[in-house]
């Protein structure tokens, strides 16, 4: 698979663009410590960054769903009010998706993280510009899927360009650190590539079928750029 005939890149936000770990490790101790549950150690929480935060709550606490939908509710005390803001891009990844753009691409997030929470973090940093559509998971969870969210994107860029859903997904890949964002992607018959600077490995990564994995952000870039942005 090369960056040729692809039109539309879908970028994942937590690990991809950037480093939510603070934020997420802090607001998981505070729904834990308002359920009066012990705290593990801080980087066993590493592994909630990617995938919805119910099914990880059950999965790595045991939770009932009940609990789960507790702890989320807790979690998103602290979240919305300071963790979201615990975080930082990664070095490069403005100026790769400044190039990107430069080339011509339709640039968009799709990401697990409650699109209102995205698009917060998102102007924070300066990032917002570089995207032509950020979706994400409803608070409602009524959309908290990667590929539920995919989904709804590739149905708001069809509507937009006046296409069809099938013309997005033929053009479109899924740029993620973590299986889920490719098991997603595969989900919805789109193509994925994989990132290192995040929270996955390579082997995850190639196991859940990207066809390319990246170390840096400048290596993404040039991959869809080759001549056709160079220096811009």
């Known amino acids: 698979?090369?960056?040729?005939?692809?039109?539309?890149?879908?970028?994942?936000?937590d690990g991809t663009l950037t480093d939510p770990f603070e934020g997420i490790a802090n607001s998981i101790e505070h729904a834990l410590g308002r359920m009066g549950r012990p705290l593990p150690e801080r980087d066993f929480l590493r592994r909630f960054i990617g995938p919805p935060l119910i099914p990880s709550f059950r999965e790595y606490f045991g939770m009932t769903g009940e609990e789960a939908e507790a702890a989320l509710g807790f979690y998103?005390?602290?979240?919305?009010?300071?963790?979201?803001?615990?975080?930082?891009?990664?070095?490069?990844?403005?100026?790769?998706l400044r190039r990107i753009r430069a080339a011509g691409y339709v640039t968009a997030v799709a990401t697990s993280k409650p699109e209102e929470f995205s698009r917060r973090i998102l102007d924070h940093f300066g990032l917002a510009a570089y995207f032509d559509e950020i979706c994400g998971a409803s608070l409602d969870q009524s959309r908290t899927t990667k590929a539920e969210v995919i989904r709804a994107l590739v149905g708001r860029l069809a509507e937009r360009d006046g296409v069809s859903p099938d013309e997005i997904r033929r053009a479109a890949v899924m740029i993620g650190d973590r299986k889920h964002d490719a098991e997603g992607a595969a989900l919805c018959g789109i193509p994925a590539l994989g990132v290192l600077w995040g929270y996955g490995s390579g082997e995850e990564l190639r196991g859940a079928g990207c066809g390319e994995v990246f170390a840096e952000p400048e290596d993404l870039a040039a991959?869809?750029?080759?001549?056709?942005?160079?220096?811009?």
């Open 1 to 13: 698979m090369t960056g040729d005939g692809m039109k539309y890149l879908f970028f994942d936000l």
């Open 76 to 96: 998103r005390e602290y979240f919305s009010t300071r963790g979201l803001f615990e975080n930082e891009p990664y070095p490069g990844i403005a100026e790769a």
């Open 223 to 232: 991959y869809f750029c080759r001549g056709a942005c160079g220096a811009v």
